[in-house]
């Protein structure tokens, strides 16, 4: 059994016709919408050897939220208000 010879990539496939498309074929047509929509993140390859997967990064990030919040919050220091009270 034979394969039929690779299509050319410009051409249509027989069940589509130009008419189909009133705009007009264009490549890439979507892309800008897709980056902008998309949360999907390209991680340096050096980072993505880190990881084994999704959760690894994700867990990490996680914790590293955790701490930059626990670290960053102000503390309520005491006014000394409470020692005068107690003191008389």
């Known amino acids: 059994m034979r394969k039929d010879k690779e299509p050319d990539k410009e051409e249509l496939r027989v069940e589509y016709k130009r008419s189909d498309f ?10 800008r ?8 993140i390209v ?3 050096e980072v993505a050897q880190v990881f084994p997967n999704e959760e690894a990064v994700n867990n990490a990030l996680l914790s590293l939220i955790d701490i930059a919040q626990k670290t960053t919050r102000p503390t309520r220091h005491s ?4 020692k005068k009270l107690r003191a008389g």
């Not at 009133?22 to 892309?31: A, D, E, F, S």
């Not at 919408?33 to 999907?40: A, C, L």
């Not at 006014?79 to 409470?82: K, L, Q």
Request: zero cysteines; a positive charge.
């Open 33 to 40: 919408r897709m980056k902008e929509s998309s949360n999907v």
């Open 22 to 31: 009133p705009g007009g074929l264009v490549r890439g047509k979507y892309t």
């Open 79 to 82: 006014t000394g208000r409470a």
């Open 43 to 45: 991680l340096k390859p």
